[in-house]
């Protein structure tokens, strides 16, 4: 397997995403990949962390937004 299509199987678009979030080179990830490869899958899980953390999220005062089930009458 490629280190693109690593990435890819991780849920990461691509290669050049993992470089454009570490700031490593293709050429060094490339390389990692090849002589380091535990090194590579810990960048590959620090990548798809960073991108998880960027999300947002639902506020909990959403969840008293949602509408309510009809309750039946006693």
Do not use: Y
């Not at 280190?3 to 849920?11: F, I, L, M, R, T």
């Amino acid at each position: 397997m490629t280190p693109s299509q690593k990435a890819k199987s991780v849920g990461l678009k691509s290669l050049t995403q993992v470089s454009q979030i570490t700031g490593v080179s293709l050429n060094t990830l490339t390389n990692w990949h090849r002589d380091k490869p535990e090194l590579f899958r810990i960048v590959l899980l620090g990548c798809i962390a960073k991108i998880n953390a960027q999300r947002p999220t639902t506020p909990p005062a959403a969840i008293f937004d949602l509408p309510r089930a009809a309750t039946p009458p006693p």
